[in-house]
C-alpha cells in the first residue's frame, strides 16, 4: 500500500525538499510578481467593467464618468500601495494586516484582518478562476454550458501545480502572467496612437449609442449609482497586500525584494486599469453579457487576428492563474492564525514540497463550493468581493499610524522592540504617519460605502461571515487554552494522573480467525484475566463460534468465553454495555483495558470493502476516561 501511494505521490507532486533547501526554493522578483502580483493585474480585466455596468443606468452617456471614477480608484490604489511598502520594511516576516494589527491595535482588531482576508482569499480563487472561464466563453461562446466544470478543472489544476512548490509554480505561471501584460499594453499602445491618429494610421471609429437610463432620476439615486460605480470598480484593489503577506517567500534581502515587487505592480496595474479605461470610454464601448469590455476593446483596436486571440487567450490564463495569489496567501495567512492558535495546528504544516499542502487543499475545497453555488459568475460574486480587503486595507493602515506614532517618540539612533519587530528613528515618520491616516480614513469610508450600496446584493453574507469566522477563532483559541491547562505540570500531584489499572483484559470478537488468535494470545501476556466477548445473535451463531474456539485449545483454555445473547443488529450497543459494567461495577475508578483486534487490508481502496467495526467501537469507547483500548493489527498480505 505504502509503495504505491509513495509512488502515486512522486509522480503527481515530485521528489520531497529537505527543509535546509527552503532558501533555495524562495523567490526572485520576477516569479514573485507573477506569482503575488497576478491578482491586481488581472483584475484590470474586468474592473473598467464593472464600472460601467452601473453607469449604464442612468445611460450611455453616463459612462463619460467611468474614467474619473477609475482616476480616484487609482488614487486610492497609491495610497494603499504607499502604506503595504512601510508595512513590508517594518515587518519583514510577513503576516501583512494581521500581524499590524496584533502588533499596533490588539487581538481582535488582527483577528478582523485575517477573517476579511481569508475570505477574500477564497472569493480571488472563485472569481478569478471564473472570469478566466467567462474569457473563454466570450471568444467561444459554444462553451458557455461547460463554464462550471471547467472552472472547477481548472481550480485542481492550479491546486496540483501549487503542491508541488512555490518556485515551480512561480516559473510555470510568469509566462502567462507577462504575456497578458504585454498583449494587453500593446493593444492600449496601439489604440492610443490610432486614437490620436499619429503616423498616419486608421483612427479609430467611436461607437454610436443611444441607451436610455432608468428614469426617473432623482438626485440621490445618481449619487447613489456612482457610488455604487465606485464600489465595483474596487475590485482593482483586491491582491495588493498579497505580497506583505509572504515577504518570507522571497530571497534575501527578502523585505527590499518583496518593497521593490509591490512598486513594479503598482505601475503595472495602473498602467492598464487606465489605458484600459480610456480606450473603452473614448470607444463608447458598452458592457455586455456576452463578451466582455476588454475584448470588444482589443476587437475594435486590433481587430479580430492574432493579437486578439492572444490578449483573450492570456487573459483567460491570467485570470484564472490570479487565483494564485489566494492559494499563495490563505495558507501562509492560515499558518500564522495556527501559529498563535487562532486555527487548526496542522495548518502550521509544510508539505514535501515546503508549501503548506493543508491550507492549499483547504482553499482549493471551499473555492470549488463557491463555484458551485454561484454556477461560475463572477459578476454575482463580485458583490461579495472587496470588502474583506477594504476591511483590511483599514486595519493595517490604522496600525501603521500607531507604529509611526511610537517611532516619532524615538531619538536618532534608539530603537525599541513592539514584541513583533525592532523599529529605529526615521526622518520622515511626521508625513509616512499623515499618509497611513488618510489612507486609513479613504479605505474606511470606501468600506461603508461597498456595505451601503452592495449589502442587499450579497455583502451581508460577508459582514456576517467576518465575526462569525473571528468567534471560531477565538474558540479555538480557547480549545487549546484549555488542552495547555489540563495538560500543564504545573503544581502536578502525581494522585491528579495516576490511577490504579484492573488486571482484566477484554477482548472483543465477532469469529475465531487468525487475526483474533494474535490478539488473544498478545492479551495473554498482561493478565491472567482475560474475557473473551462476543454478540451472538442466533444459536447457530453461538455452536459455530465454540466450535471454533474449542479447535485451538493452545491459546484458548485459560481465557473466559463470554457470549451475549441479542436479537438486535446493533451488535456495538451491548458490547459497549458490557464494558461500561465492568468498568462501574467491578472495577470502579480503575482502568479497564480493551483489545481490539483488527485485520488491515492491502490498500486503502480494500479497507472500505469491509465492516468498520474497530473504528465504531473505538470511537464509542473514546468518551470513557477509565478505558484504555489497545490495537492489534493484523496485516493482510
Known amino acids: ?371 458551485l453555488v454561484f454556477q461560475a459568475d463572477e459578476i454575482a460574486m463580485l458583490p461579495l468581493y472587496a470588502l474583506g480587503v477594504m476591511l483590511s486595507f483599514t486595519l493595517s493602515q490604522s496600525g501603521m499610524v500607531l507604529l509611526m506614532g511610537k517611532i516619532g517618540k524615538l531619538k536618532p539612533g534608539e530603537s525599541f522592540f513592539t514584541g513583533v519587530t525592532t ?9 509616512k504617519r499623515l499618509l497611513n491616516a488618510v489612507g486609513a480614513v479613504t479605505t474606511a469610508v470606501v468600506l461603508v460605502v461597498l456595505i451601503v450600496t452592495k449589502f442587499t446584493e450579497g455583502a451581508w453574507v460577508i459582514v456576517l461571515a467576518v465575526p462569525f469566522l473571528v468567534v471560531f477563532f477565538r474558540s479555538i483559541n480557547r480549545h487549546y487554552a484549555n488542552v495547555a491547562e489540563s495538560l500543564s505540570t504545573r503544581d502536578l500531584e502525581l494522585a491528579d494522573v495516576t490511577r490504579p489499572v484492573a488486571n482484566v483484559l477484554i477482548v472483543p470478537v465477532a469469529d475465531i480467525h487468525r487475526g483474533t488468535l494474535y490478539a488473544l494470545q498478545f492479551a495473554k501476556t498482561f493478565s491472567d484475566d482475560v474475557r473473551v466477548i462476543s454478540v451472538v445473535t442466533s444459536d447457530q451463531e453461538r455452536e459455530r463460534l465454540v466450535r471454533r474456539w474449542n479447535r485451538f485449545p493452545e491459546i484458548t483454555k485459560d481465557l473466559n468465553l463470554i457470549c451475549i445473547d441479542y436479537e438486535y443488529r446493533d451488535i456495538l450497543t451491548p458490547l459497549v454495555e458490557y464494558i461500561e459494567r465492568v468498568n462501574s461495577t467491578e472495577f470502579p475508578n480503575e482502568v479497564v483495558t480493551v483489545v481490539i483486534p483488527e485485520f488491515v487490508a492491502e490498500s486503502i481502496g480494500s479497507q472500505f470493502l469491509h465492516n468498520q467495526t474497530a473504528n465504531f467501537l473505538r470511537f464509542r469507547l473514546r468518551g470513557h476516561k477509565d478505558v484504555a483500548v489497545i490495537d492489534v493489527p493484523y496485516q493482510i498480505s
Not at 27 to 36: P, V, W
Not at 283 to 305: F, H
Not at 423 to 431: A, C, L, T, V, Y
Open 1 to 371: 500500500m505504502s509503495v504505491s501511494y509513495t509512488g502515486i505521490k512522486r509522480a503527481l507532486l515530485g521528489t520531497p525538499f529537505p527543509t535546509h533547501n527552503e532558501i533555495h526554493e524562495r523567490l526572485d522578483k520576477t516569479r514573485g510578481l507573477a506569482i503575488f502580483a497576478s491578482d491586481p493585474i488581472s483584475s484590470n480585466a474586468y474592473a473598467t467593467e464593472a464600472i460601467m455596468s452601473v453607469l449604464i443606468l442612468l445611460g450611455s452617456g453616463a459612462l463619460a464618468m467611468t474614467l474619473p471614477i477609475a482616476m480616484g480608484i487609482m488614487t486610492l490604489v497609491l495610497l494603499v500601495i504607499f502604506s503595504y511598502i512601510q508595512t513590508i520594511l517594518h515587518y519583514p516576516d510577513g503576516g501583512g494586516a494581521y500581524t499590524v494589527a496584533k502588533d499596533n491595535l490588539g487581538t481582535y482588531p488582527s483577528l478582523f484582518a485575517a477573517a476579511a482576508l481569508l475570505l477574500d482569499y477564497i472569493l480571488t480563487v472563485s472569481v478569478s478562476v471564473s472570469a478566466g472561464v467567462r474569457a473563454i466563453t466570450s471568444a467561444f461562446p459554444g462553451t458557455y454550458d461547460y463554464r462550471v466544470l471547467m472552472a472547477i478543472t481548472a481550480v485542481f489544476i492550479l491546486t496540483w501545480i501549487n503542491l508541488r512548490g512555490v518556485r515551480e509554480s512561480g516559473t510555470i505561471f510568469a509566462l502567462p502572467t507577462y504575456a497578458f501584460v504585454g498583449g494587453v499594453l500593446l493593444v492600449v499602445g496601439m489604440g492610443l496612437v490610432r486614437f490620436t491618429g499619429l503616423f498616419g494610421v486608421p483612427a479609430l471609429v467611436p461607437q454610436v449609442h443611444n441607451v436610455a437610463g432608468i428614469q426617473p432620476v432623482s438626485q440621490f439615486l445618481f449619487i447613489w449609482l456612482v457610488l455604487r460605480a465606485f464600489a465595483a470598480g474596487c475590485t482593482a484593489l483586491t491582491g495588493i497586500e498579497a505580497i506583505s503577506n509572504g515577504v518570507q517567500a522571497f530571497k534575501p534581502p527578502e523585505s527590499k525584494n518583496a518593497a521593490k515587487t509591490m512598486v513594479a505592480m503598482g505601475v503595472i496595474a495602473m498602467s492598464l486599469f487606465v489605458g484600459i479605461t480610456f480606450l473603452a470610454t473614448h470607444l463608447n464601448i458598452l458592457p455586455s453579457e456576452s463578451e466582455s469590455v476588454l475584448s470588444q476593446m482589443t476587437r475594435s483596436v486590433a481587430g479580430g487576428g492574432v493579437i486578439y486571440y492572444w490578449v483573450q487567450f492570456f487573459t483567460m490564463m491570467i485570470l484564472i492563474l490570479a487565483a494564485n495569489t489566494g492559494y499563495q496567501d490563505f495558507p501562509r495567512l492560515s499558518s500564522f492564525l495556527a501559529k498563535d492558535g487562532f486555527m487548526p495546528r496542522w495548518m502550521t504544516h509544510r508539505g514535501d514540497r515546503l508549501v503548506y499542502s493543508y491550507g492549499i487543499v483547504v482553499l482549493a475545497f471551499l473555492a470549488s463550493l463557491l463555484i
Open 423 to 431: 523599529i529605529h528613528f526615521e526622518k520622515g515618520w511626521p508625513w
